[in-house]
């Protein structure tokens, strides 16, 4: 399950480390963002291995959107919840001009197809 969520960056919290069961390192950071709703909520995502990177050109107090997927998994007969982002966009960042790219890179729209009516016996 994907999903994506826009709000404001509230705060970066300490990452953490560990060795796995199996002996592989990991690491993990986790960040809290309040939507932009008639009524913000609070929501902590979690970042995993390399995934980190994501957050470290950006600071506290901007705009976000975050694509995440939901992950629950049962230990010992209680259910735990992950809220995992997968990707990190600051809102409203389009491109560096402020706009869309074109839809043709030279800026020139091509002439239409010409068509040549021999053999085709379509009305139009």
Not at 15 to 43: L, R, Y
């Amino acid at each position: 399950m994907s999903m994506q969520v826009k709000g404001t960056l509230l705060q970066i919290l300490k990452m953490e480390t560990g060795v796995s069961k199996a002996g592989k390192e990991w690491k993990k950071q986790d960040f809290v963002i309040e939507t932009n709703e008639q009524f913000p909520k609070k929501v902590c995502f979690t970042l995993f291995g390399d995934k980190i990177s994501l957050i470290d050109s950006i600071s506290e107090g901007s705009e976000l959107e975050v694509y995440f997927s939901l992950e629950s998994r049962d230990f010992n007969g209680k259910w735990y919840h992950n809220i995992n982002a997968w990707k990190i966009e600051k809102a409203g960042a389009v491109n560096a001009a402020g706009s869309y790219p074109p839809a043709f890179p030279s800026g020139e729209i091509p002439p239409p197809e010409q068509s040549d009516d021999s053999g085709n016996d379509l009305p139009f």
